[in-house]
């Protein structure tokens, strides 16, 4: 739209799965975004660092209590500054992750921003060696984490996934594939699923397919 009126109150109305979903959905936008070039510091992930840690905050507190009309106000008003292209200026945008998420939503049927909360982890985990630095400022800027707590980059940057992958599932949302719902017959479909993902070129590193498949 050229011109939208929204007004928090009404997400009051929606499922509490929905609001887990949909928030992540939010969360992951901002990340897509995050973890891409320029890896240098720059304004634009400067203010996702900030969307991030308040969107954790607002996440937990309209989870915690569903009627929270400021939790839910600030999380409106972090969707907007999340796709209204102050963050995206210039980014290259990786959206692996969703180009990933589409496809096992269009063969399984199954909810976006499950599916989000599913893949993000492990196709960090899978890449993040190619944007370390980025990864690294994620686990202190975002989750806080001490540098010297960590014997290393790479173990700092792992820390900050797996602060990422705990509070998925702080947040109720699934975790594995087998929580999203699937059985044999969607595993079945993985190889063509992973074969049908479009590829990005603005991430760390494209993948291959056979890595689609491997996260």
């Not at 959905?25 to 634009?44: K, Q, R």
């Not at 944007?131 to 984490?145: C, E, N, P």
């Not at 820390?159 to 992958?165: E, N, P, V, Y």
Request: glycine share 8%.
């Amino acid at each position: 739209p050229l011109f939208a009126l929204m007004a928090p109150s009404y997400t009051l109305t929606m499922p509490l799965r929905q609001l887990r979903a949909g928030t992540f959905d939010i969360l992951s936008h901002i990340m897509e975004t995050y973890f891409s070039y320029p890896v240098e510091d720059n304004p634009a992930d400067d203010v996702s660092e900030g969307l991030m840690r308040g969107l954790i905050r607002d996440f937990r507190a309209a989870v915690k209590d569903p009627g929270d009309l400021p939790a839910r106000s600030n999380i409106m008003w972090a969707a907007s500054l999340a796709e209204n292209r102050i963050i995206k200026t210039g980014k290259t945008k990786d959206f692996q992750a969703h180009n990933m998420e589409h496809q096992l939503s269009a063969y399984t049927d199954c909810n976006h921003g499950e599916g989000l909360a599913v893949l993000h982890p492990a196709y960090y985990r899978h890449i993040y060696k190619d944007g370390l630095g980025k990864f690294v400022r994620f686990a202190t800027r975002v989750w806080g984490l001490d540098p010297e707590e960590h014997e290393s980059d790479e173990a700092l940057a792992l820390a900050g996934i797996d602060k990422l992958a705990s509070f998925i599932k702080e947040m109720g949302l699934p975790a594995s594939l087998r929580e999203l719902g699937f059985g044999e017959e969607e595993y079945e479909m993985l190889p063509e699923i992973a074969g049908s993902c479009f590829i990005s070129q603005g991430a760390f590193r494209p993948l291959t397919k056979e890595e689609i498949l491997d996260i």
